[in-house]
């Protein structure tokens, strides 16, 4: 399984970017997607989250300010960043929690991480 995420890069203040994760490989199903981040000097932390029947949870900081969405057809999640701040400025990782695949006529579930994407807000 690899999860491919894209969609970041450098803006403004104010500024809005978009971000997509694809999960690719021999999959099955797939439970919650979300998308974290590691900003400079902290943990990583949850962003937000998806489920495969589409409850959402955010964290405070996001504070209306991002919209996650997913198309299960597709494998894909979107997070749509709105009103950026400096402070939003960090890698943002896309996860899949129980990906479950059939290989071998056996099947497997595992989580798995994107590769990251960098974030630059700049004041």
């Known amino acids: 399984v690899q999860l491919q995420a894209s969609g970041g890069g450098l803006v403004q203040a104010g500024g809005s970017l978009r971000l997509s994760c694809i999960a690719y490989?021999?999959?099955?199903?797939?439970?919650?997607m979300g998308w974290y981040r590691q900003t400079p000097g902290k943990e990583r932390e949850l962003v937000a989250l998806?489920?495969?029947?589409?409850?959402?949870d955010y964290a405070d900081f996001v504070e209306y300010r991002f919209t996650i969405s997913r198309d299960n057809a597709k494998r894909t999640i979107y997070l749509q960043m709105n009103s950026l701040i400096p402070e939003d400025t960090g890698v943002y990782y896309c996860?899949?929690?129980?990906?479950?695949?059939?290989?071998?006529?056996?099947?497997?579930?595992?989580?798995?991480w994107g590769q990251g994407t960098q974030v630059t807000v700049s004041s």
């Open positions: 490989g021999n999959i099955v199903s797939v439970d919650d």
């Open positions: 996860r899949a929690n129980r990906v479950t695949l059939y290989s071998d006529g056996r099947y497997y579930t595992n989580d798995y």
């Open positions: 998806i489920t495969r029947g589409g409850t959402i």
